[in-house]
């Protein structure tokens, strides 16, 4: 039986913070900054305030497009990158193999081509 969460985060990059907030609710505003804040989804694991660089990681990730929504029966949103050095990989994983930046920055492996 799959039990899917009915809360998901809300990012401000610019601020580094992020709000919880009900699935299928408009995205929002900063109380900070009053910028449009980021559905991030359920899934998403907030680095602290002062990792600048979990929040660099973050920030690539969510502006290609991903998001940290799970599959079905709590296989999880897949893997994304933690470090500015992982991004960077990635990135030229994309560029050399010419796949989009999206599907490369979720692929663990960067040896080998991911499963399309």
């Given at each position: ?30 109380v900070r900054c009053a910028g449009e804040l980021i559905d991030a989804g359920p899934h998403l694991e907030i680095p602290r305030r002062a990792d600048t660089a979990g929040w660099r ?60």
């Open positions: 039986m799959c039990i899917y969460p009915s809360r998901t985060h809300r990012v401000c990059l610019h601020c580094r913070v992020s709000y919880k907030g009900s699935i299928g609710v408009g995205s929002g505003w900063c990681a973050l920030t690539a990730v969510l502006d290609s497009g991903l998001t940290f929504y799970g599959g079905c029966c709590g296989t999880g949103p897949g893997y994304r990158p933690r470090t500015p050095r992982e991004v960077r990989e990635r990135l030229l994983l994309s560029e050399r193999r010419g796949i989009p930046i999206a599907e490369a920055l979720a692929t663990a492996d960067t040896t080998s081509r991911p499963i399309r």
